[in-house]
C-alpha cells in the first residue's frame, strides 16, 4: 500500500490524482503548516526539504512530485498513464513535465514564496510581480502547443503531464490569473474536459477543491 503525505490543493494532488487513476490501495496523511507535524523531527526524515508531497512504496522514500508521478505510472506500464518506453510521444512527456516543474512551477514559487527571494518588503512586492508576468509568458506556450487541435498535451490520450498541468493551472488561478487563463482557448478548453472526469472529482472532494470553472 502507497503512503502519500500532502497538504490540500497543493504539490500533492497530481500525485494524488495519478494514484486514484491506478485505482491503487492508499494511504492519506495529511499534513499542516502551523501544527507543526510539516517541521517534525519525523517528517524531517522522510522529506529533509520540510515539503509535501511524499510517496512511501514500501522501502521507496520519494519527494518531488513529479518524481513521484512518474514512479507511479512506472508501478503500472498498461495504465497508459505515460506513451509507451522509448517513443517519441514519451519524449514529449518528459519535455512537457520537466518544463512544467522545472520552468512554470519553480517560477510560480517565487509568487506563493516572495519573501523568501528577497530581503526587504518591497523587493519581495516585486519578485511577485515579475513572477505574474513570466509565469503567464510560460502558461501561454502551453496554450499555443494545443493549437493544433490535439484533444491532451500529452496528444489524443491523458497522461500524468496532463495531471500535474491540472494542479498547475489551480495554482495559476490562486495567482489571480483566472481571466487570463481562460483567454487562453485552446488550454482553458482542455481544462474543462479534464475536470469532468470522474478520478479529478473524486480526488477534488477529499481534498475539498472547489472546480476551477463552471464549464
Ligand atoms: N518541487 C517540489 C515543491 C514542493 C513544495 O514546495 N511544496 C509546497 C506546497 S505546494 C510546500 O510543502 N510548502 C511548504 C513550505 O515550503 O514551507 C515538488 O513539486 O514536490
Known amino acids: 500500500m502507497f503512503k502519500l503525505y500532502y497538504l490540500p490543493d497543493t504539490a500533492s494532488l497530481a500525485p494524488h490524482l495519478v494514484l486514484n487513476r491506478l485505482g491503487a490501495a492508499y494511504e492519506l496523511i495529511q499534513l499542516n503548516k502551523t501544527d507543526g507535524s510539516l517541521q ?10 520540510h515539503r509535501v508531497p511524499t510517496l512511501i512504496d514500501g522501502e521507496l522514500v520519494l519527494f518531488e512530485s513529479a518524481a513521484i508521478c512518474l514512479h507511479l505510472a512506472d508501478s503500472d506500464p498498461d495504465s497508459g498513464l505515460m506513451p509507451p518506453l522509448g517513443s517519441a510521444k514519451r519524449a514529449h512527456a518528459y ?4 518544463f512544467m516543474t522545472n520552468s512554470i512551477q519553480a517560477e510560480m514559487m517565487l509568487y506563493f514564496y516572495k519573501e523568501r527571494f528577497s530581503k526587504t518588503p518591497t523587493g519581495a512586492e516585486e519578485v511577485r510581480e515579475v513572477a505574474v508576468e513570466r509565469v503567464t509568458n510560460l502558461m501561454h506556450r502551453i496554450d499555443e502547443a494545443l493549437a493544433d487541435g490535439r484533444p491532451f498535451l500529452s496528444g489524443s490520450h491523458k497522461t500524468i503531464v496532463e495531471d500535474y498541468l491540472l494542479m498547475l493551472s489551480r495554482w495559476f488561478v490562486q495567482m489571480g490569473l483566472e481571466a487570463e487563463l481562460k483567454s487562453m482557448a485552446h488550454l482553458y478548453a482542455m481544462l474543462c474536459v479534464l475536470e469532468d472526469d470522474v478520478c479529478v472529482k473524486a480526488t477534488y472532494e477529499a481534498e475539498g477543491c472547489l472546480p ?3 464549464c
Open 40 to 49: 517534525s523531527v519525523e517528517y524531517q526524515k522522510l522529506n529533509p526539504n
Open 95 to 98: 519535455k512537457w513535465l520537466i
Open 212 to 214: 476551477l470553472f463552471a
